[in-house]
């Protein structure tokens, strides 16, 4: 499921830039089987739950397991989210060559890849380091506001479509979120240290 | 829980409509209560996996519970960031009466009290008009978008608070998704029936 989300992360970015059609239509496709992919799974922890009754450490992973599901699947919508953007975008003029945002998604895809890597080997340094990356990704966020802002003041016939790219950049900080709860789980997981909502002391 | 983020919700529409700064403060103080709350629900409801083990109702209950406080702590993020554009729009001129935020947030305060109050009776036919009321509200959300970037067209002055506003009525559409998600966690414990991902069929 990981990897099906993050390809549809990578499409959605792709087919904004390169202003490919093919690659939207794959986020979309994919929507369905992410959504299918996450009852499967919820279904089957909630099972293993039920029959098995772990204790500690298992039960710790399941409970994970659980939540890192649900943040999955709202990766893809929010993927979905930006192929919306993306294919009105693309039928337009740009407002100016995309820069930043390639940039915020390349940050953005490694901390998906690497809080999932992390879940996998649990490991904790690994999930450390994605936590480390989300104020980048906020600022890139903020940067990005600002610019459009001022392009749409400047001139009001780019509002609509610099509107989009700022909901682009929204939903690609909100999967930073996401990934950022995840590695909260992974650590939890791993070293059994709860980081929520201490995010001064990272 | 769940009431400290429907006060949170509610106070943060009620600064921003009545330019109330001391409302601000009060969803500003509650975020770190509702962070606490969730730390503390959580653990609880993974203790009781632990301990007692529950079989069929009790675990759909729990890992329901563990759901909905991931839910409600996220609305409360989102009051917060309703807050935050409200502070900056009350120090500057209106950019038009509000009638359709204090609209969509009364929808939206009802959503959320409904979500709750069915987890609370365990009742599956109020679960589903939450369900119900999510279209009205995405509905308001494109209209308000539609207004705002009219003004913004017309007056770029009026861009940056335009702007404020449409990621208000942004933050809302998201507090009633969450409440979607407690809905249907709701109808899931109450009736077996899982609704995620069907909603042509509802």
Not at 173 to 182: C, G, K, L, Q, W
Request: glycine content about 4%.
């Amino acid at each position: 499921m990981g990897g099906v989300v993050e390809f549809a992360i990578r499409q959605s970015v792709h087919a904004l830039v390169d202003r490919d059609e093919a690659a939207a239509q794959d986020v979309l496709r994919s929507e369905a089987r992410i959504n299918q992919m996450e009852i499967e799974i919820d279904d089957f922890a909630v099972r293993l739950l039920a029959r098995h009754q772990p204790m500690a450490k298992d039960l710790r992973f399941l409970t994970a397991a659980i939540k890192i599901n649900n943040d999955l699947e709202r990766m893809g919508d929010l993927a979905v989210n930006i192929v919306e953007r993306a294919l009105s975008l693309i039928r337009q003029p740009p407002v100016k060559p995309l820069i930043d945002i390639p940039q915020m998604s390349k940050l953005v895809d490694s901390m998906v890849r690497n809080c999932l890597d992390a879940f996998v080997k649990r490991d904790g340094q690994m999930a450390r380091g994605v936590l480390l990356s989300d104020d980048a990704v906020d600022d890139l966020r903020d940067a990005i506001y600002e610019e459009l802002v001022g392009f749409m003041k400047r001139d009001p016939t780019t509002i609509s479509r610099s509107l989009d790219l700022i909901f682009v950049a929204r939903n690609l900080e909100r999967i930073a979120d996401h990934a950022t709860n995840i590695a909260e789980d992974v650590l939890f997981l791993a070293q059994g240290i709860d980081v929520r909502h201490h995010a001064e002391s990272r």
